[in-house]
């Protein structure tokens, strides 16, 4: 899952950055509300933690700016105490949730997860399923009745987003702007690598699953005939 951090407290967006990616998200950091808008204009984001105090625009005009293009990214405002004004408003444009500062991380990791989540989707936020596949974020392994196969992080990371559209045909330019962002210069042959490996390690463990090819598109996650 990639998730975007706007705030203008360096030490802050880093600190929050970096115990995100701990957490297996893929992250974004800018520290002013114009590039807050820029990035998050791309609607690839998951989740978007947006301070509202902000240099260049505030939280609150990117997030009008935001719903007003459409984009319906989650987003969770972050406010100081003295706020409260703010805090309605960005409640009465589209914020999904708010953490008012200091808050613990514990907190801001659950509010991401519960926004996150698949609707319907029974919680057990360590573990995904798919057709009896389990995959696990506490060990970053995937496992099949009693066999399980460690995973590198971004062998995770696009193992989470094949099980989040199972039978669906994700393109590789879509996983590349989830995984490593529109700025990066991966090609399409390193996802190529990726899968290959992931093939091998579900073979590896017997799962009833395979990872199917759509020539020139990208990729599925589909049930063993
Ligand atoms: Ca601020």
């Known amino acids: 899952m990639r998730l ?4 203008d407290e360096v030490q802050l967006a880093d600190a929050l950055s970096e115990i995100l990616k701990r957490n297996m998200y893929s992250v974004d950091t800018v520290y ?6 820029d990035n998050a204009l791309t609607g690839v984001y998951d989740c978007i933690i947006l301070d509202i105090m902000l240099p260049g625009m505030n939280g609150i005009e990117v997030l009008n700016n ?4 459409h984009i319906n990214s ?5 406010t100081a105490r003295s706020e409260v004004e703010d805090k309605i408003n960005g409640l009465d444009s589209g914020a999904d949730d708010y953490l008012t500062k200091p808050f613990v991380t514990g907190e801001l ?3 991401v997860r519960a926004l996150t989540r698949r609707k319907g989707e029974i919680v057990d936020y360590n573990q995904m399923d798919f057709n009896g596949l389990t995959l696990r974020k506490d060990t970053c392994c995937v496992a099949w009745q009693g066999n399980d196969v460690k995973l590198s992080l971004k062998e995770y990371q696009i193992m989470e987003l094949l099980i989040s559209n199972p039978k669906r045909i994700l393109p590789k330019e879509r996983i590349i702007e989830k995984i490593w962002g529109y700025e990066s210069d991966v090609e399409y042959n390193n996802i190529e690598v990726y899968i290959s490996f992931l093939r091998k390690k579900l073979a590896a463990i017997n799962a009833p699953v395979q990872i199917k090819t759509a020539r020139g598109i990208g990729y599925s996650l589909e049930q063993e005939v």
């Not at 975007?4 to 705030?7: F, H, K, R």
């Not at 002013?32 to 808008?37: A, T």
């Not at 989650?74 to 972050?78: A, D, N, Q, S």
């Open 74 to 78: 989650p987003v969770i405002l972050l």
């Open 66 to 69: 935001l719903r007003r293009e």
């Open 32 to 37: 002013n509300g114009i590039d807050g808008l």
């Open 4 to 7: 975007l951090v706007v705030e």
């Open 109 to 111: 990791l659950a509010r």
